[in-house]
């Protein structure tokens, strides 16, 4: 085994193995691998899924084969054209491209119910009118064998008989169920006669009223493999279980199947390939678990950006690249783990540290008043100052930004009696202005209550843009260790910052009490109103990069990285905080 195939993750050297030996087409065809990513539109996307629409994308386009976007619409009383409309904008932010038109499991009903019925022909499918709960309680258990059901050898012609009627409309929401003929001693539940259809009375978001019948996941997942010709079917670990169920409905229909044979030609069988899911620390990957958030009111919608959708993490302002490079880096692997969340972070902090754009903003502004600005020219006067926009792009060039004798700074940024390793600014100290001047504080006022409400500085003039002075007569240069940002009273705009943390306090929730309520995080959204930015970001301007998916995001410079919000007008803008600079958690925590 070469270094190159160590390297590579185990489906991409399965993959390798069956090009070579030709097992879907000729030798060394590439272009034979079909993939494609299956949702069911109960809901939205999570990042759990992300990591699914990643990889089988990544391997269609990596051997230049095909990638499909297929939705199993098989239960029409949870799904809805929202979640149909938000999977598919969640798939292309990602990056998949699908082949074709985007495909439903409504698209091949009519030859499900076919095949369905020739199981019945055949003897291996029966109607099954027992009680739900009772059929489950024949279903046994891991140590003990299922109990036959009294319908399980009624003749076939009833049968049918009797699956037209429930096709029909004939039978109440739970009054039939098809099933197939398997084994009821199996050690595998899934073969132990599972169900294949149920009735359900309700019209469906593509086909109406047509049918009262829907298929199973079960039945329907490899049926759906087959009609469109997919290679590898790749799964999540929780449905290695299942593969014997799916390989013997497509054994069943091809029994008895060739040239000649009055149920046709045989059909195409993928390869099921199981792997690794995305687990996250402090995430919740239950689509159950999201719905509860969201019709309980404990967020905003599905898109909230504390969510763990794609909607909502894009809404918080991650970038694509950063998402999937996170759920890949995470591994291909045939084991489960938890990931730290601090990965995920960080996966958005190294893709925005080298692309957003720097600016300043004030997000608990106290006022700084420069009290000898007049001296050195007029009051009033606005100085435009250049301000770096990525130290690491080079090609981000600069901005101005107005320096006058009013400012604001951040409040966390005075204190009246600082401590020793305190290095920013004091009665008596003095700072570095990030592309303006250093200034030494002589004066500030404070209200009853003792909150400071202005602070008096003295500034060098002969520190223009934040560079030192020059060397005294005795050859001393003057230092400072602190240096704060600021925005220009005069010429800066207000806004709302929404600070956002882990919507969870446990990394496992709802472990230890069974309710994924008792964990959530009352402190994970913090609203700020009266914050203070520069008036450029206003507008985009020509040195801000073009987001692919037309989100702003930008450096708040010392506060985070943060984008504007879809609630955000000219006259009101709303930032999402997206990250901070640093892993302000795992200090907090091991504070704890």
């Not at 687990?279 to 990957?285: C, D, G, P, S, W």
């Not at 969340?341 to 502004?365: Q, S």
């Not at 060397?471 to 005069?490: F, N």
Request: net charge negative; charged share 30%.
């Amino acid at each position: 085994m070469t270094e190159a195939t160590i390297n590579r993750h185990f489906i991409q050297q399965i993959i390798d193995t069956d090009i070579e030996r030709g097992k879907w087409g000729a030798p060394g065809d590439r272009s034979v691998v079909t993939t494609r990513f299956p949702p069911e539109p109960n809901g939205y996307l999570h990042i759990g899924h992300a990591k699914s629409v990643c990889l089988n994308a990544g391997l269609a386009k990596e051997y230049g084969g095909r990638f499909f976007l297929r939705f199993d619409d098989t239960n029409p009383a949870k799904e809805e054209q929202e979640f149909v409309d938000s999977i598919c904008a969640d798939v292309k932010w990602l990056g998949g491209v699908w082949d074709g038109e985007v495909r439903f499991a409504s698209d091949y009903f009519d030859r499900m119910y076919t095949w369905a019925v020739e199981l019945i022909r055949k003897g291996l499918a029966y109607v099954d009118e027992q009680a739900p709960d009772l059929i489950k309680q024949q279903r046994g258990n891991l140590t003990e064998p299922g109990a036959a059901s009294p319908f399980r050898d009624r003749p076939a012609e009833e049968s049918l008989a009797q699956f037209e009627k429930m096709k029909s409309g004939g039978f109440s929401d739970g009054g039939a169920v098809l099933r197939a003929k398997i084994d009821m001693a199996s050690p595998n539940m899934n073969l132990r006669d599972p169900v294949m259809y149920r009735v359900v009375n309700k019209p469906h978001h593509r086909t109406g009223g047509r049918w009262h019948i829907y298929p199973m996941y079960d039945w329907a997942h490899g049926l759906e493999d087959s009609v469109e010709g997919i290679t590898h079917s790749l799964c999540t670990l929780e449905f290695e279980n299942h593969r014997p169920l799916y390989d013997w409905f497509i054994e069943a229909i091809n029994k008895g199947r060739g040239p000649g044979s009055e149920w046709g030609e045989r059909i195409h069988h993928a390869q099921q390939i199981e792997f690794s899911r995305f687990n996250l620390e402090y995430t919740t990957m239950s689509k159950r678990a999201l719905k509860l958030l969201v019709e309980g009111g404990h967020v905003a919608g599905w898109d909230d950006p504390r969510m763990i959708t794609v909607a909502g993490l894009r809404r918080r302002g991650y970038t694509a690249e950063s998402v999937r490079h996170a759920v890949i880096e995470a591994g291909i692997t045939k084991y489960n783990a938890l990931t730290d969340f601090t990965k995920l972070e960080n996966a958005v902090r190294d893709d925005l540290n080298r692309r957003a754009p720097r600016r300043m903003a004030v997000l608990d502004p106290v006022k700084l008043v420069i009290t000898n600005w007049g001296e050195h020219g007029d009051p009033d006067r606005l100085e435009e100052l250049p301000a770096i926009n990525n130290p690491e792009d080079e090609r981000a060039g600069t901005r101005p930004v107005k320096f006058g004798g009013e400012l604001w700074i951040e409040r966390d940024d005075f204190m009246i009696d600082p401590p020793k390793k305190f290095f920013r600014l004091g009665p008596g100290r003095e700072v570095r202005l990030r592309c303006g001047y250093w200034v030494r504080c002589h004066d500030y006022t404070a209200d009853a209550d003792g909150r400071v409400t202005e602070i008096r500085c003295t500034y060098d003039p002969q520190t223009r843009g934040g560079d030192s002075p020059p060397p005294d007569s005795d050859g001393v240069v003057r230092k400072v260790k602190g240096t704060l940002h600021w925005v220009s009273a005069a010429d800066c705009l207000d806004a709302t910052v929404r600070l956002f943390d882990r919507l969870f306090n446990d990394p496992r929730p709802g472990k230890r009490t069974g309710d994924i309520l008792d964990d959530l995080n009352p402190d994970s959204l913090t609203v700020l109103t009266g914050c203070k930015v520069e008036r450029s970001l206003g507008g985009a301007t020509p040195d801000e990069p073009a987001w692919a998916d037309g989100i702003r995001r930008v450096q708040f410079e010392r506060l985070g990285y943060f984008c504007l919000d879809r609630d955000s007008t000219p006259e009101a803008l709303v930032f999402n905080r997206t990250v901070t600079l640093k892993d302000s958690w795992a200090k907090e925590q091991a504070k704890g």
